[in-house]
Every structure is written in C-alpha cells, then in structure tokens.
C-alpha cells in the first residue's frame, strides 16, 4: 500500500512564494514517476508538473512553467514543489501523484494520490 501525504500549503499574497512537499511510503519510491496536480473549486483536475524517477526530466503545464520547479529526494522518499511568483488564479488544492504509466500529463497516467493541501493566494 502506497501513502502519499502533501503538505506546506496555506495562505499567502499574490507575489509570494510556498513550497509543497510529499512524503512517500515504501521502498520503492525511486522507481517511479511523480506528479503534482491541482484542483480548484468547480473546476476539474489538472496538471502541474511531474519529474522522472530519476530526475533527468520534468514536466510543466503551461500556466507554472518559469514559476514553479518540481524536484525529488529519492533518499527522503520526497516530492517538492516550489512555488514562486504566486497568483490568486493558482488558488486550489494541490495532490501528488505517483506515475504508473502513459503520458505524463495524464490524469489516468497517476493511480496513488495524496489527500492533498489547500493553497489559497490572495490579490
């Protein structure tokens, strides 16, 4: 059973800047994929960013790509995503995700989630 648990969210003003971490369960971390996606009120699931198991490549939707940096500490069995430049239109929950396999930029892709971590940004 794989656990994936999300934190470092809160509340900060457009500008600022938040780093999300997520913790991972088990040995067999390094062997896979992650990601980040985010969910904001009314809207469907999206996705953020994702990094290879062995961090030579990542990901970025369009809308973080230049603000946000996915990065992975296989020895910590961690996840993080640094934020920086933050705008109210990024306000949602934020899951990790572990990749299992298919496009990196699909939901169905993803099969362990994370219970997630509000991030609210005020203008």
């Known amino acids: 059973q794989v656990q994936l648990v999300e934190s470092g969210g809160g509340l900060v003003q457009a500008g600022g800047s938040l780093r999300l971490s997520c913790a991972a369960s088990?040995?067999?971390?390094?062997?896979?994929?992650m990601g980040w996606f985010r969910q904001a009120p009314g809207k469907e699931r999206e996705f953020v960013a994702a990094i290879s198991w062995d961090v030579a490549v990542t990901y970025y939707a369009d809308s973080v790509k230049g603000r946000f940096t996915i990065s992975r500490d296989n020895a910590k069995n961690t996840v993080y995503l640094q934020m920086n430049s933050l705008k109210p239109e990024d306000t949602a929950v934020y899951y990790c995700?572990?990749?299992?396999?298919?496009?990196?930029?699909?939901?169905?892709?993803?099969?362990?989630w994370g219970q997630g971590t509000q991030v609210t940004v005020s203008s």
């Open positions: 995700a572990r990749k299992t396999g298919g496009d990196y930029y699909a939901l169905p892709s993803y099969t362990y």
């Open positions: 088990g040995r067999t971390f390094s062997m896979y994929a």
